[in-house]
């Protein structure tokens, strides 16, 4: 039997009975179709393949029309246009919705070590004091520059005496090898890339050296209009979010090769651990206690301030009112 006739014959069982999974409409009354654009990282998609393989999300009555991005700064522009209802990305969560341009609803895990900093060393750079009047190649606006300016400012250095080049990553980590520039700020698994070409290159310093006091969220965000008719989606969204996640973090090696064998046969499965290694998550009744009490939030907020700063923008909405915890706190009732 398909999956998708064994879940609807489920449904009208459940209906039958006046029952419904979660609290929700039994899926007898039909599947809700969300248009959701993606990065394909581990640490952005890797719930999602998950709860689609294990039909968590069809279990709460979702069903995704996927798209695949290159970066956080394309999926936002498709939302914006109305081409996506909503997206799931890295450190650019907490740049459009400060525009007034989306809102947060879910998070996925914590880049913990996933933004890298990589120098050659024979050009003389052993210290951040180094890159002073000195060039780093990253894609600007993204978790990796986030990365590259709070690493800068914590080690008393003022970024703007630091030349930072805009380029795609793919191209800056090109450039770094080649070694038309002497550092490139970037994100996993490009620093597979770099250690492979460049065996004398050097990693400098990762995100991981400002956790907890600061720290790079990813998550899903939501368009303002879809957000605000559709609360009872997004709770189920979650509700299928969290037992993928779960999943993951109980039963690692069995998850990370799956998802390898099914959607990144390209990359060894050894780099496809090292990459979730270098990535934070939590069980989904542990975030409860980092949404509420504010440190989610803090943290959206710190890299917003960021963006404002960098972007210039204009009357700034901060994490408070376009991240609101409430929707993964009525919805994920047991904390732990």
Not at 63 to 81: K, N
Not at 235 to 240: A, C, D, E, P
Not at 303 to 318: C, G, M, R, S
Request: net charge neutral.
């Amino acid at each position: 039997m398909k999956r998708r006739d064994f879940l609807q014959r489920t449904g009208a069982g459940l209906a039958a009975t006046g029952l419904s999974v979660a609290g929700f409409p039994a899926i007898a009354q039909g599947m809700t179709k969300v248009r959701l654009g993606y990065l394909h990282t581990i640490a952005v998609d890797g719930q999602l393949w998950l709860g689609q393989h294990f039909g968590h999300f069809a279990k709460h009555g979702i069903e995704f029309e996927l798209h695949r991005f290159v970066t956080g700064l394309e999926l936002f522009q498709a939302m914006i246009g109305g081409s996506i209802d909503m997206l799931a990305t890295g450190a650019v969560i907490s740049n459009f919705p400060a525009r007034g341009q989306g809102k947060m609803f879910l998070v996925n895990d914590i880049e913990y070590a996933t933004a890298q900093l990589w120098v050659h060393t024979k050009a003389g750079i052993s210290s951040l004091k180094d890159l002073v009047g000195k060039t780093v190649a990253t894609t600007t606006g993204t978790t990796a520059h986030v990365f590259l300016d709070t690493a800068l400012r914590k080690n008393g250095i003022d970024p703007s005496t630091v030349n930072v080049v805009n380029q795609r990553m793919s191209d800056a980590v090109a450039s770094f090898i080649s070694g038309a520039v002497p550092a490139v700020a970037l994100w996993v698994p490009f620093n597979i890339t770099v250690r492979e070409k460049v065996p004398d290159a050097k990693m400098l310093i990762d995100a991981s050296s400002f956790y907890p006091e600061a720290a790079i969220v990813g998550g899903w965000a939501a368009g303002n209009e879809y957000y605000a008719k559709n609360k009872p989606i997004l709770q189920r969204i979650i509700l299928g979010w969290a037992e993928a996640n779960d999943y993951m973090i109980a039963h690692t090696d069995e998850a990370l090769d799956l998802i390898q064998k099914n959607w990144y046969p390209e990359v060894p499965l050894k780099d496809l651990k090292e990459q979730f290694g270098d990535e934070k998550v939590f069980r989904s009744k542990e975030w409860c206690k980092l949404y509420a009490d504010g440190t989610v939030t803090k943290w959206l907020n710190q890299v917003t301030d960021f963006f404002v700063e960098f972007a210039k923008i204009q009357n700034p909405v901060h994490a408070d009112q376009y991240f609101d915890p409430k929707i993964y706190l009525e919805t994920i009732k047991e904390c732990a």
